[in-house]
Protein backbone atom coordinates (compact mmCIF):
# COMPACT_ATOMS: atom_id res chain seq x y z
CA UNK A 1 0.00 0.00 0.00
CA UNK A 2 2.99 2.26 0.66
CA UNK A 3 5.04 1.50 -2.76
CA UNK A 4 7.90 0.47 -1.10
CA UNK A 5 8.98 -3.03 -0.15
CA UNK A 6 10.46 -1.26 3.50
CA UNK A 7 7.30 0.17 4.44
CA UNK A 8 4.77 -2.92 5.59
CA UNK A 9 0.99 -3.06 6.94
CA UNK A 10 0.46 -5.81 9.10
CA UNK A 11 -3.04 -7.50 9.25
CA UNK A 12 -3.70 -5.93 12.33
CA UNK A 13 -2.77 -2.61 11.07
CA UNK A 14 0.55 -1.74 12.62
CA UNK A 15 2.92 -0.20 10.02
CA UNK A 16 6.64 -1.00 10.04
CA UNK A 17 9.35 0.77 8.53
CA UNK A 18 11.64 -1.94 8.28
CA UNK A 19 15.61 -1.99 6.49
CA UNK A 20 18.98 -0.57 7.15
CA UNK A 21 19.85 2.67 8.08
CA UNK A 22 20.38 4.27 4.35
CA UNK A 23 17.28 2.62 3.38
CA UNK A 24 14.88 3.79 5.99
CA UNK A 25 16.68 7.61 5.75
CA UNK A 26 15.27 7.32 2.17
CA UNK A 27 11.58 6.94 3.46
CA UNK A 28 12.12 9.02 7.10
CA UNK A 29 14.73 11.48 6.59
CA UNK A 30 13.32 13.84 9.11
CA UNK A 31 14.25 10.88 12.09
CA UNK A 32 17.79 11.01 13.75
CA UNK A 33 19.32 7.92 12.97
CA UNK A 34 21.94 6.25 15.89
CA UNK A 35 25.04 4.86 14.66
CA UNK A 36 25.24 1.35 14.37
CA UNK A 37 28.19 -0.97 14.64
CA UNK A 38 27.89 -4.19 12.32
CA UNK A 39 24.90 -5.86 12.64
CA UNK A 40 23.39 -3.66 15.17
CA UNK A 41 19.84 -2.14 15.16
CA UNK A 42 17.91 0.50 15.99
CA UNK A 43 14.22 -0.12 17.30
CA UNK A 44 11.89 3.21 17.17
CA UNK A 45 7.68 3.93 18.17
CA UNK A 46 7.58 7.36 15.43
CA UNK A 47 4.66 8.76 13.18
CA UNK A 48 5.75 8.00 9.91
CA UNK A 49 3.59 9.76 7.31
CA UNK A 50 0.45 10.07 9.49
CA UNK A 51 0.78 6.59 11.12
CA UNK A 52 1.85 5.40 14.11
CA UNK A 53 4.50 3.29 13.26
CA UNK A 54 7.52 1.33 14.27
CA UNK A 55 11.11 1.81 12.84
CA UNK A 56 13.29 -1.36 12.85
CA UNK A 57 16.53 -0.61 11.39
CA UNK A 58 19.60 -2.29 11.03
CA UNK A 59 23.22 -1.74 10.47
CA UNK A 60 22.91 -4.22 7.64
CA UNK A 61 20.02 -6.61 6.69
CA UNK A 62 21.56 -9.15 9.15
CA UNK A 63 20.86 -5.96 12.10
CA UNK A 64 17.34 -5.51 10.84
CA UNK A 65 16.39 -9.11 10.74
CA UNK A 66 17.32 -9.25 14.51
CA UNK A 67 15.52 -6.15 15.02
CA UNK A 68 12.35 -7.99 13.72
CA UNK A 69 13.04 -10.99 16.28
CA UNK A 70 13.79 -8.63 19.29
CA UNK A 71 10.33 -6.35 18.75
CA UNK A 72 9.05 -9.99 18.64
CA UNK A 73 10.56 -10.94 21.69
CA UNK A 74 9.50 -7.54 23.40
CA UNK A 75 5.59 -8.32 22.19
CA UNK A 76 5.87 -12.11 22.91
CA UNK A 77 6.95 -10.78 26.61
CA UNK A 78 4.26 -8.67 26.70
CA UNK A 79 6.37 -5.43 27.12
CA UNK A 80 5.45 -2.19 26.70
CA UNK A 81 6.57 -1.27 23.00
CA UNK A 82 4.69 1.63 22.50
CA UNK A 83 7.54 4.26 23.14
CA UNK A 84 10.23 2.05 22.23
CA UNK A 85 13.59 3.64 21.34
CA UNK A 86 16.31 1.02 21.92
CA UNK A 87 19.59 0.82 20.25
CA UNK A 88 21.16 -2.82 20.07
CA UNK A 89 25.06 -3.45 18.99
CA UNK A 90 26.02 -7.08 19.58
CA UNK A 91 29.13 -7.02 21.97
CA UNK A 92 31.62 -8.81 19.27
CA UNK A 93 31.77 -9.41 15.45
CA UNK A 94 32.09 -13.31 15.71
CA UNK A 95 28.77 -15.43 17.22
CA UNK A 96 29.31 -18.72 16.24
CA UNK A 97 27.88 -21.90 16.52
CA UNK A 98 29.84 -25.45 16.06
CA UNK A 99 28.14 -28.52 15.48
CA UNK A 100 29.92 -31.74 16.23
CA UNK A 101 28.17 -33.49 13.57
CA UNK A 102 29.80 -36.42 11.74
CA UNK A 103 28.84 -37.52 8.07
CA UNK A 104 26.77 -40.61 8.86
CA UNK A 105 24.29 -38.84 11.41
CA UNK A 106 25.33 -39.69 14.66
CA UNK A 107 27.09 -36.63 16.77
CA UNK A 108 29.93 -36.48 19.00
CA UNK A 109 28.46 -35.63 22.71
CA UNK A 110 25.63 -35.32 20.94
CA UNK A 111 22.24 -35.83 23.25
CA UNK A 112 19.24 -34.91 20.86
CA UNK A 113 19.09 -36.77 18.24
CA UNK A 114 20.54 -37.92 14.60
CA UNK A 115 22.08 -34.92 12.78
CA UNK A 116 20.00 -32.31 11.43
CA UNK A 117 22.86 -32.18 8.66
CA UNK A 118 23.70 -35.07 7.88
CA UNK A 119 22.83 -38.89 7.26
CA UNK A 120 24.11 -42.43 5.64
CA UNK A 121 27.53 -40.11 4.44
CA UNK A 122 25.76 -37.30 2.81
CA UNK A 123 23.89 -33.95 3.42
CA UNK A 124 20.22 -34.86 3.97
CA UNK A 125 17.60 -34.48 1.49
CA UNK A 126 15.23 -32.92 3.94
CA UNK A 127 16.86 -29.75 5.10
CA UNK A 128 13.46 -28.77 6.78
CA UNK A 129 14.94 -29.10 10.52
CA UNK A 130 18.19 -27.26 9.18
CA UNK A 131 16.16 -24.24 8.21
CA UNK A 132 14.22 -24.08 10.96
CA UNK A 133 18.17 -24.30 13.11
CA UNK A 134 19.25 -21.29 11.02
CA UNK A 135 16.18 -18.96 11.74
CA UNK A 136 16.35 -20.29 15.69
CA UNK A 137 20.26 -19.06 15.74
CA UNK A 138 19.54 -15.94 13.77
CA UNK A 139 16.76 -15.02 16.28
CA UNK A 140 19.70 -15.33 19.09
CA UNK A 141 22.01 -13.15 16.79
CA UNK A 142 24.12 -16.11 15.46
CA UNK A 143 26.18 -15.40 12.77
CA UNK A 144 27.86 -18.53 11.93
CA UNK A 145 28.12 -22.12 12.36
CA UNK A 146 30.34 -25.25 11.50
CA UNK A 147 28.27 -28.09 10.17
CA UNK A 148 30.51 -30.81 10.85
CA UNK A 149 32.60 -31.94 13.87
CA UNK A 150 36.04 -30.68 14.86
CA UNK A 151 37.09 -34.32 14.63
CA UNK A 152 36.87 -33.78 10.75
CA UNK A 153 36.36 -36.14 8.13
CA UNK A 154 38.07 -34.93 5.41
CA UNK A 155 35.48 -36.38 3.25
CA UNK A 156 33.90 -32.39 3.61
CA UNK A 157 36.08 -30.77 1.12
CA UNK A 158 35.12 -33.58 -1.76
CA UNK A 159 34.00 -31.80 -4.75
CA UNK A 160 30.94 -33.57 -4.47
CA UNK A 161 30.32 -33.04 -0.91
CA UNK A 162 30.83 -29.10 -1.28
CA UNK A 163 28.16 -29.16 -4.03
CA UNK A 164 26.09 -30.74 -1.00
CA UNK A 165 27.21 -28.53 1.72
CA UNK A 166 25.91 -25.43 -0.84
CA UNK A 167 22.38 -26.47 -0.51
CA UNK A 168 22.53 -25.99 3.78
CA UNK A 169 24.59 -22.63 3.08
CA UNK A 170 21.79 -22.30 0.38
CA UNK A 171 18.84 -22.78 3.58
CA UNK A 172 20.82 -20.88 6.37
CA UNK A 173 21.62 -17.38 3.86
CA UNK A 174 18.60 -15.69 4.25
CA UNK A 175 18.90 -15.98 8.33
CA UNK A 176 21.99 -14.54 7.82
CA UNK A 177 24.19 -17.30 9.18
CA UNK A 178 27.34 -18.19 7.31
CA UNK A 179 28.07 -21.80 7.32
CA UNK A 180 31.63 -23.33 8.15
CA UNK A 181 33.20 -26.29 7.87
CA UNK A 182 35.55 -28.15 10.68
CA UNK A 183 38.85 -28.34 8.36
CA UNK A 184 41.03 -31.75 9.38
CA UNK A 185 44.62 -30.20 8.26
CA UNK A 186 45.73 -33.90 6.72
CA UNK A 187 43.02 -33.68 4.25
CA UNK A 188 45.44 -32.52 1.12
CA UNK A 189 46.71 -36.25 1.80
CA UNK A 190 44.49 -37.91 3.46
CA UNK A 191 42.24 -37.51 0.05
CA UNK A 192 45.01 -38.76 -2.11
CA UNK A 193 45.84 -35.38 -4.08
CA UNK A 194 49.62 -35.09 -2.40
CA UNK A 195 51.67 -36.86 -0.41
CA UNK A 196 51.88 -34.22 2.43
CA UNK A 197 50.09 -32.00 4.50
CA UNK A 198 52.96 -29.86 5.52
CA UNK A 199 51.60 -26.28 5.90
CA UNK A 200 54.94 -24.38 5.07
CA UNK A 201 55.49 -26.71 1.96
CA UNK A 202 53.90 -24.52 -0.95
CA UNK A 203 52.22 -27.30 -2.60
CA UNK A 204 50.24 -27.44 0.20
CA UNK A 205 49.01 -24.30 0.39
CA UNK A 206 48.13 -24.21 -3.25
CA UNK A 207 45.92 -27.22 -2.75
CA UNK A 208 43.91 -25.27 0.33
CA UNK A 209 43.93 -22.02 -1.96
CA UNK A 210 42.48 -23.80 -4.68
CA UNK A 211 40.28 -26.05 -2.51
CA UNK A 212 39.07 -22.53 -0.90
CA UNK A 213 38.50 -20.59 -4.44
CA UNK A 214 35.84 -23.87 -5.01
CA UNK A 215 34.27 -23.48 -1.98
CA UNK A 216 33.73 -19.74 -2.50
CA UNK A 217 32.26 -20.44 -6.38
CA UNK A 218 29.78 -22.76 -4.70
CA UNK A 219 29.20 -20.51 -1.66
CA UNK A 220 29.82 -16.59 -1.97
CA UNK A 221 29.31 -16.24 1.81
CA UNK A 222 30.93 -19.11 3.25
CA UNK A 223 32.31 -18.19 6.72
CA UNK A 224 35.73 -20.43 7.21
CA UNK A 225 36.82 -23.20 9.06
CA UNK A 226 37.06 -24.41 12.44
CA UNK A 227 40.50 -26.37 12.71
CA UNK A 228 41.61 -29.06 15.48
CA UNK A 229 44.71 -30.15 14.94
CA UNK A 230 47.65 -32.05 17.48
CA UNK A 231 44.54 -32.97 19.62
CA UNK A 232 43.19 -36.23 20.58
CA UNK A 233 44.58 -37.84 17.56
CA UNK A 234 43.99 -35.43 14.97
CA UNK A 235 47.04 -34.80 12.25
CA UNK A 236 48.78 -31.79 13.50
CA UNK A 237 51.64 -29.16 12.03
CA UNK A 238 53.82 -31.48 14.51
CA UNK A 239 54.09 -34.08 11.98
CA UNK A 240 56.23 -32.01 10.46
CA UNK A 241 58.11 -30.13 13.24
CA UNK A 242 56.27 -27.17 12.46
CA UNK A 243 53.94 -24.46 14.57
CA UNK A 244 50.29 -24.31 15.28
CA UNK A 245 50.42 -20.77 13.74
CA UNK A 246 52.16 -22.34 10.67
CA UNK A 247 49.15 -24.99 10.22
CA UNK A 248 46.53 -21.57 11.11
CA UNK A 249 47.78 -19.41 9.11
CA UNK A 250 48.00 -22.29 5.72
CA UNK A 251 44.23 -22.18 5.90
CA UNK A 252 43.81 -17.97 7.25
CA UNK A 253 46.06 -17.16 3.87
CA UNK A 254 43.85 -19.35 1.79
CA UNK A 255 40.74 -17.36 2.87
CA UNK A 256 41.86 -14.29 3.40
CA UNK A 257 41.01 -12.61 -0.15
CA UNK A 258 37.27 -14.44 0.37
CA UNK A 259 36.87 -12.63 3.91
CA UNK A 260 36.95 -15.81 5.48
CA UNK A 261 38.33 -16.28 9.41
CA UNK A 262 39.97 -19.32 11.01
CA UNK A 263 38.53 -20.18 14.80
CA UNK A 264 41.95 -22.42 15.72
CA UNK A 265 41.07 -24.34 18.74
CA UNK A 266 43.51 -24.40 21.66
CA UNK A 267 42.18 -27.66 22.89
CA UNK A 268 46.12 -29.29 21.88
CA UNK A 269 47.26 -31.42 24.54
CA UNK A 270 49.05 -34.44 25.26
CA UNK A 271 46.88 -36.97 26.40
CA UNK A 272 49.62 -40.16 27.42
CA UNK A 273 50.97 -37.35 30.14
CA UNK A 274 52.78 -39.22 33.12
CA UNK A 275 50.87 -39.13 35.73
CA UNK A 276 53.74 -40.42 37.77
CA UNK A 277 55.31 -36.96 36.93
CA UNK A 278 53.69 -34.43 39.80
CA UNK A 279 55.15 -32.12 38.37
CA UNK A 280 53.09 -33.01 34.50
CA UNK A 281 49.62 -30.97 34.00
CA UNK A 282 47.33 -31.14 31.56
CA UNK A 283 46.06 -27.66 32.30
CA UNK A 284 48.91 -25.97 31.27
CA UNK A 285 49.01 -27.28 27.81
CA UNK A 286 46.91 -24.34 26.00
CA UNK A 287 48.99 -21.89 27.63
CA UNK A 288 51.84 -23.60 26.83
CA UNK A 289 51.23 -24.33 23.46
CA UNK A 290 49.93 -20.47 22.02
CA UNK A 291 51.44 -18.17 24.17
CA UNK A 292 54.77 -18.33 22.96
CA UNK A 293 53.26 -18.38 19.35
CA UNK A 294 51.55 -14.52 19.94
CA UNK A 295 51.68 -12.38 17.14
CA UNK A 296 52.57 -14.86 14.68
CA UNK A 297 48.74 -15.10 13.15
CA UNK A 298 47.47 -13.94 10.61
CA UNK A 299 44.81 -11.32 11.54
CA UNK A 300 42.01 -13.68 10.45
CA UNK A 301 42.51 -16.44 12.54
CA UNK A 302 40.95 -16.51 15.91
CA UNK A 303 42.32 -18.63 18.79
CA UNK A 304 39.26 -20.08 20.19
CA UNK A 305 39.62 -21.21 23.73
CA UNK A 306 37.58 -23.49 25.95
CA UNK A 307 36.41 -21.63 29.11
CA UNK A 308 38.36 -23.49 30.99
CA UNK A 309 42.02 -24.67 31.37
CA UNK A 310 41.01 -28.67 31.22
CA UNK A 311 37.69 -29.61 29.36
CA UNK A 312 34.17 -28.45 29.96
CA UNK A 313 34.30 -29.84 34.04
CA UNK A 314 31.42 -28.79 35.96
CA UNK A 315 34.18 -26.03 37.68
CA UNK A 316 36.48 -24.51 36.69
CA UNK A 317 38.83 -21.63 36.78
CA UNK A 318 39.15 -19.41 33.42
CA UNK A 319 41.63 -20.11 30.89
CA UNK A 320 44.91 -18.18 31.81
CA UNK A 321 45.29 -18.35 27.71
CA UNK A 322 42.76 -15.18 27.75
CA UNK A 323 45.30 -13.38 29.20
CA UNK A 324 48.34 -14.57 27.36
CA UNK A 325 47.18 -13.26 23.70
CA UNK A 326 48.05 -9.82 23.45
CA UNK A 327 48.34 -9.82 19.88
CA UNK A 328 45.94 -12.90 18.42
CA UNK A 329 42.46 -12.83 18.36
CA UNK A 330 40.70 -14.80 20.43
CA UNK A 331 37.06 -16.30 21.04
CA UNK A 332 35.77 -18.14 24.18
CA UNK A 333 34.25 -21.92 23.85
CA UNK A 334 31.51 -22.54 25.74
CA UNK A 335 30.49 -26.32 25.54
CA UNK A 336 25.60 -26.03 25.29
CA UNK A 337 25.79 -30.03 24.96
CA UNK A 338 25.64 -30.93 28.62
CA UNK A 339 28.69 -33.69 27.83
CA UNK A 340 29.90 -33.33 31.47
CA UNK A 341 26.73 -31.67 33.04
CA UNK A 342 24.84 -34.33 32.69
CA UNK A 343 24.30 -35.16 29.32
CA UNK A 344 20.55 -33.60 29.05
CA UNK A 345 19.02 -36.31 31.25
CA UNK A 346 19.63 -33.49 33.92
CA UNK A 347 19.07 -30.12 34.68
CA UNK A 348 22.04 -27.80 34.19
CA UNK A 349 21.29 -24.41 33.31
CA UNK A 350 25.30 -23.45 32.52
CA UNK A 351 24.73 -19.54 31.99
CA UNK A 352 25.47 -18.77 35.64
CA UNK A 353 29.01 -21.05 35.08
CA UNK A 354 29.48 -19.09 32.13
CA UNK A 355 29.04 -15.68 33.38
CA UNK A 356 31.75 -16.09 36.02
CA UNK A 357 34.28 -17.10 33.21
CA UNK A 358 33.50 -14.40 31.15
CA UNK A 359 33.60 -11.93 34.60
CA UNK A 360 36.68 -12.86 35.74
CA UNK A 361 39.13 -10.32 35.73
CA UNK A 362 42.39 -10.96 34.57
CA UNK A 363 43.67 -8.08 35.88
CA UNK A 364 46.15 -7.34 33.27
CA UNK A 365 48.43 -4.82 33.90
CA UNK A 366 46.84 -4.41 36.89
CA UNK A 367 43.58 -3.01 34.79
CA UNK A 368 39.90 -4.31 35.13
CA UNK A 369 40.56 -6.72 31.73
CA UNK A 370 37.38 -9.29 31.91
CA UNK A 371 37.42 -12.19 29.50
CA UNK A 372 34.84 -11.27 28.38
CA UNK A 373 36.31 -8.14 26.86
CA UNK A 374 39.69 -10.06 26.25
CA UNK A 375 37.51 -12.81 23.92
CA UNK A 376 36.03 -9.51 21.96
CA UNK A 377 39.18 -7.85 21.19
CA UNK A 378 38.48 -4.80 23.15
CA UNK A 379 41.29 -5.16 25.15
CA UNK A 380 44.01 -5.47 22.85
CA UNK A 381 42.12 -3.14 20.06
CA UNK A 382 42.02 -6.49 17.93
CA UNK A 383 40.25 -6.40 14.56
CA UNK A 384 37.92 -9.41 15.58
CA UNK A 385 37.03 -11.76 18.05
CA UNK A 386 34.00 -13.65 19.96
CA UNK A 387 31.99 -16.83 20.75
CA UNK A 388 31.57 -20.33 19.84
CA UNK A 389 29.30 -22.51 21.48
CA UNK A 390 29.05 -26.02 20.71
CA UNK A 391 25.34 -27.16 20.35
CA UNK A 392 24.78 -30.25 18.84
CA UNK A 393 21.18 -29.67 18.60
CA UNK A 394 19.62 -33.08 16.24
CA UNK A 395 16.61 -33.97 15.05
CA UNK A 396 14.62 -34.35 18.61
CA UNK A 397 11.47 -32.33 18.69
CA UNK A 398 12.89 -30.51 21.75
CA UNK A 399 16.50 -29.95 19.52
CA UNK A 400 18.43 -30.74 22.68
CA UNK A 401 16.66 -33.80 24.27
CA UNK A 402 14.65 -32.33 27.05
CA UNK A 403 12.23 -29.38 26.89
CA UNK A 404 13.84 -26.91 30.18
CA UNK A 405 17.51 -27.96 27.59
CA UNK A 406 17.21 -25.22 25.08
CA UNK A 407 17.83 -22.14 27.99
CA UNK A 408 21.36 -23.34 27.67
CA UNK A 409 21.25 -22.41 23.72
CA UNK A 410 19.25 -19.68 24.50
CA UNK A 411 21.55 -18.34 26.81
CA UNK A 412 24.51 -18.53 24.84
CA UNK A 413 23.26 -16.50 22.12
CA UNK A 414 21.89 -13.90 24.51
CA UNK A 415 25.87 -13.88 25.92
CA UNK A 416 27.20 -13.88 22.67
CA UNK A 417 25.11 -10.92 22.00
CA UNK A 418 25.22 -9.38 25.55
CA UNK A 419 28.01 -10.81 28.19
CA UNK A 420 26.64 -8.03 30.62
CA UNK A 421 23.01 -9.43 30.68
CA UNK A 422 22.20 -10.96 33.94
CA UNK A 423 21.64 -15.08 34.51
CA UNK A 424 18.52 -14.04 36.17
CA UNK A 425 17.14 -11.79 32.92
CA UNK A 426 18.27 -14.03 30.40
CA UNK A 427 16.67 -16.98 32.10
CA UNK A 428 13.38 -14.92 32.80
CA UNK A 429 13.35 -14.18 29.00
CA UNK A 430 13.12 -17.92 28.11
CA UNK A 431 10.38 -19.11 30.18
CA UNK A 432 8.39 -16.18 29.44
CA UNK A 433 8.96 -17.31 25.58
CA UNK A 434 8.91 -21.06 26.13
CA UNK A 435 6.28 -21.29 28.79
CA UNK A 436 4.20 -17.75 28.79
CA UNK A 437 3.89 -15.30 32.02
CA UNK A 438 1.97 -17.38 34.86
CA UNK A 439 3.89 -15.75 37.16
CA UNK A 440 4.11 -18.60 39.21
CA UNK A 441 5.21 -20.68 36.28
CA UNK A 442 8.02 -17.90 35.08
CA UNK A 443 9.13 -17.94 39.24
CA UNK A 444 9.52 -21.68 39.69
CA UNK A 445 11.58 -22.63 36.51
CA UNK A 446 13.32 -19.53 36.71
CA UNK A 447 14.31 -20.09 40.37
CA UNK A 448 15.12 -24.50 39.29
CA UNK A 449 17.39 -23.53 36.39
CA UNK A 450 19.33 -20.54 38.31
CA UNK A 451 20.20 -23.07 40.92
CA UNK A 452 20.49 -26.44 38.87
CA UNK A 453 24.39 -25.90 37.93
CA UNK A 454 24.91 -25.49 41.95
CA UNK A 455 22.83 -28.21 42.66
CA UNK A 456 24.81 -30.61 39.76
CA UNK A 457 28.26 -29.34 41.17
CA UNK A 458 27.51 -30.50 44.92
CA UNK A 459 27.03 -34.14 43.78
CA UNK A 460 29.27 -34.34 40.96
CA UNK A 461 32.57 -31.99 41.72
CA UNK A 462 32.82 -29.90 44.31
CA UNK A 463 35.93 -27.84 45.37
CA UNK A 464 37.26 -27.59 42.21
CA UNK A 465 37.91 -31.72 41.96
CA UNK A 466 36.31 -31.60 38.61
CA UNK A 467 32.99 -33.58 37.37
CA UNK A 468 34.15 -36.86 39.38
CA UNK A 469 32.32 -38.85 36.25
CA UNK A 470 33.73 -41.92 34.23
CA UNK A 471 36.52 -39.89 32.04
CA UNK A 472 37.69 -42.97 30.15
CA UNK A 473 33.98 -43.68 29.14
CA UNK A 474 30.51 -42.16 28.74
CA UNK A 475 31.21 -39.09 30.91
CA UNK A 476 28.16 -39.19 32.96
CA UNK A 477 28.45 -41.59 35.15
CA UNK A 478 30.63 -41.47 38.95
CA UNK A 479 33.50 -43.26 38.82
CA UNK A 480 36.65 -41.15 39.84
CA UNK A 481 39.25 -43.81 39.91
CA UNK A 482 39.12 -43.35 36.29
CA UNK A 483 40.37 -40.10 35.93
CA UNK A 484 44.05 -41.16 38.03
CA UNK A 485 46.79 -42.53 36.84
CA UNK A 486 46.17 -42.57 33.46
CA UNK A 487 47.82 -40.25 30.17
CA UNK A 488 44.78 -38.34 30.29
CA UNK A 489 45.66 -36.01 32.77
CA UNK A 490 42.74 -35.28 34.48
CA UNK A 491 43.49 -36.16 37.97
CA UNK A 492 42.08 -35.50 41.36
CA UNK A 493 45.62 -36.86 42.96
CA UNK A 494 43.29 -38.43 45.76
CA UNK A 495 45.29 -40.57 48.29
CA UNK A 496 45.02 -41.82 51.67
CA UNK A 497 46.64 -38.65 53.09
CA UNK A 498 44.71 -35.76 50.55
CA UNK A 499 43.14 -34.73 47.34
CA UNK A 500 43.30 -32.58 44.71
CA UNK A 501 45.87 -31.22 42.28
CA UNK A 502 48.98 -29.14 43.62
CA UNK A 503 49.71 -26.30 40.74
CA UNK A 504 50.97 -24.29 42.42
CA UNK A 505 54.02 -21.77 41.63
CA UNK A 506 55.97 -23.13 45.05
CA UNK A 507 55.21 -26.82 44.82
CA UNK A 508 53.60 -27.79 42.45
CA UNK A 509 52.76 -27.90 38.18
CA UNK A 510 53.63 -23.96 38.21
CA UNK A 511 49.89 -23.70 36.32
CA UNK A 512 49.16 -20.61 38.49
CA UNK A 513 51.96 -18.98 37.40
CA UNK A 514 50.29 -18.78 33.78
CA UNK A 515 47.98 -15.98 35.18
CA UNK A 516 48.77 -12.42 35.15
CA UNK A 517 50.39 -11.22 38.92
CA UNK A 518 47.28 -10.17 40.10
CA UNK A 519 45.52 -13.66 39.75
CA UNK A 520 48.71 -15.44 40.99
CA UNK A 521 48.30 -13.56 44.02
CA UNK A 522 44.78 -14.94 44.66
CA UNK A 523 45.06 -18.80 43.51
CA UNK A 524 48.45 -19.74 44.88
CA UNK A 525 47.85 -19.11 49.12
CA UNK A 526 45.70 -21.10 50.39
CA UNK A 527 44.94 -18.04 52.54
CA UNK A 528 42.88 -16.42 49.35
CA UNK A 529 42.23 -19.48 47.02
CA UNK A 530 38.57 -19.56 47.16
CA UNK A 531 36.49 -22.51 48.39
CA UNK A 532 34.96 -23.70 45.22
CA UNK A 533 38.60 -23.95 43.55
CA UNK A 534 40.62 -24.91 46.16
CA UNK A 535 40.89 -28.88 44.83
CA UNK A 536 41.83 -27.45 41.15
CA UNK A 537 44.92 -25.55 42.25
CA UNK A 538 45.83 -26.87 46.10
CA UNK A 539 46.61 -31.02 47.27
CA UNK A 540 45.47 -30.40 50.91
CA UNK A 541 44.61 -32.64 53.69
CA UNK A 542 41.35 -34.12 54.20
CA UNK A 543 41.32 -32.20 57.44
CA UNK A 544 42.18 -28.90 56.04
CA UNK A 545 39.43 -26.49 57.24
CA UNK A 546 38.28 -24.60 54.56
CA UNK A 547 37.19 -20.89 54.85
CA UNK A 548 33.59 -21.87 55.41
CA UNK A 549 34.62 -23.28 58.56
CA UNK A 550 33.87 -26.79 57.20
CA UNK A 551 36.77 -29.55 57.02
CA UNK A 552 37.77 -30.36 53.16
CA UNK A 553 36.15 -34.15 53.96
CA UNK A 554 32.81 -33.25 55.58
CA UNK A 555 32.45 -30.48 52.97
CA UNK A 556 32.63 -33.55 50.53
CA UNK A 557 30.00 -36.02 52.84
CA UNK A 558 27.56 -32.60 53.41
CA UNK A 559 27.75 -31.15 49.66
CA UNK A 560 26.33 -34.58 48.35
CA UNK A 561 23.96 -35.05 50.50
CA UNK A 562 22.75 -31.27 49.92
CA UNK A 563 23.10 -31.78 46.47
CA UNK A 564 21.20 -35.19 46.64
CA UNK A 565 18.31 -33.54 48.49
CA UNK A 566 18.23 -30.25 46.41
CA UNK A 567 17.95 -32.56 43.55
CA UNK A 568 14.92 -34.19 45.11
CA UNK A 569 13.40 -30.89 45.48
CA UNK A 570 13.93 -30.15 41.91
CA UNK A 571 11.09 -32.62 41.08
CA UNK A 572 9.31 -31.34 44.17
CA UNK A 573 9.09 -27.60 42.60
CA UNK A 574 8.38 -29.08 39.12
CA UNK A 575 5.13 -30.84 40.62
CA UNK A 576 3.71 -27.56 41.81
CA UNK A 577 3.46 -26.73 37.94
CA UNK A 578 0.62 -29.03 37.13
CA UNK A 579 -2.23 -27.73 35.82
CA UNK A 580 0.32 -24.44 34.80
CA UNK A 581 2.31 -26.22 31.89
CA UNK A 582 0.63 -28.31 29.55
CA UNK A 583 0.49 -31.96 30.05
CA UNK A 584 3.03 -33.22 27.60
CA UNK A 585 6.08 -31.18 28.85
CA UNK A 586 5.08 -31.41 32.46
CA UNK A 587 4.96 -35.06 32.57
CA UNK A 588 8.60 -34.94 30.53
CA UNK A 589 10.02 -33.02 32.90
CA UNK A 590 8.65 -34.85 35.89
CA UNK A 591 10.19 -37.87 34.58
CA UNK A 592 13.34 -36.30 33.82
CA UNK A 593 13.72 -34.54 37.59
CA UNK A 594 12.53 -37.80 39.24
CA UNK A 595 14.90 -39.84 37.28
CA UNK A 596 17.86 -37.16 37.93
CA UNK A 597 16.40 -37.38 41.62
CA UNK A 598 17.72 -41.18 41.77
CA UNK A 599 20.49 -40.77 39.68
CA UNK A 600 21.71 -37.82 42.67
CA UNK A 601 21.63 -40.35 44.86
CA UNK A 602 23.65 -42.65 43.07
CA UNK A 603 26.37 -40.22 42.85
CA UNK A 604 26.43 -39.27 46.39
CA UNK A 605 26.32 -42.62 47.30
CA UNK A 606 29.73 -43.46 44.59
CA UNK A 607 31.51 -40.90 45.90
CA UNK A 608 31.31 -40.69 49.90
CA UNK A 609 32.27 -44.30 49.68
CA UNK A 610 35.14 -43.97 47.39
CA UNK A 611 36.24 -41.02 49.31
CA UNK A 612 35.56 -42.46 52.81
CA UNK A 613 37.67 -45.93 51.68
CA UNK A 614 40.52 -43.45 50.93
CA UNK A 615 40.79 -41.48 53.97
CA UNK A 616 38.69 -43.41 56.62
CA UNK A 617 37.54 -40.67 58.10
CA UNK A 618 33.69 -40.81 58.79
CA UNK A 619 30.65 -38.20 58.10
CA UNK A 620 30.12 -36.10 61.68
CA UNK A 621 26.70 -36.65 61.08
CA UNK A 622 26.56 -40.35 60.70
CA UNK A 623 25.70 -40.57 57.17
CA UNK A 624 28.93 -42.51 55.86
CA UNK A 625 31.40 -44.53 57.60
CA UNK A 626 28.75 -45.53 60.42
CA UNK A 627 30.11 -49.00 60.63
CA UNK A 628 33.55 -48.39 60.56
CA UNK A 629 33.20 -46.15 63.54
CA UNK A 630 31.03 -48.66 65.48
O1 LIG B 1 35.51 -32.90 25.76
C1 LIG B 1 36.21 -33.59 24.77
C2 LIG B 1 35.20 -34.52 24.20
C3 LIG B 1 35.48 -34.95 22.80
C4 LIG B 1 35.70 -33.70 21.96
C5 LIG B 1 36.87 -32.93 22.54
C6 LIG B 1 37.10 -31.62 21.82
C7 LIG B 1 35.16 -33.35 19.67
O2 LIG B 1 35.11 -35.64 25.06
O3 LIG B 1 34.39 -35.68 22.36
O4 LIG B 1 35.92 -34.01 20.61
O5 LIG B 1 36.62 -32.60 23.88
O6 LIG B 1 36.64 -30.61 22.32
O7 LIG B 1 37.76 -31.62 20.80
Known amino acids: MFGSRNLVESESGSVFLLGTLSEVHKIAPVLKLPRLARDGYWLRAAKIRGYDSFVIAGANDRGALYGVFALLSKIAREQEVSHIDDVEQPYAPLRWINQWDNLDGSIERGYGGRSIFFAGGTVRDDLTRAGQYARLLASLGINGCTINNVNADPRVFRSDFIS ?29 DLDTFDPLDPKVAEWW ?18 VKADSEGQPGPSTYGRTQ ?40 AAYDNFHPLDGQFDDNVIIQIKNGPIDFQVREPASPLFAGLHHTNEAIELQITQEYTGQQRQLCFLVPMWKEALDFDMRIDNQQTPVKALVAGRVFHRPTGGFAGVANVGMDPSWLGNSLAMANLYGF ?29 VHTIDDMQLHSWHIYENYTGPLGAGTLTNITGNHYDPAPESAERNGWGQWIRADHEGIGMDRTIATGT ?56 QAAGLAEQWKTL ?30 CNWIYQLCGIADQKGRVGMQARQ
Open 510 to 565: GFIGQYPPAVQKIYEPLSSCPDKLLLFFHHVPYTYVLHCGKTVIQYFYDSHYEGAE
Open 245 to 284: ADAANVFARALKPHGGVVFYRAFVYNHHLDWRNLKNDRAK
Open 209 to 226: KKKVDEIYREIPDFGGFT
Open 578 to 607: QGHVDEARFSEISAMLEYQAREAIVWRDTI
Open 413 to 441: GRLAWNPDLSAKSIIEEWTRLTFGDDPQV
Open 164 to 192: QIKRIADIFRPWGVRISIAADLSAPKALG
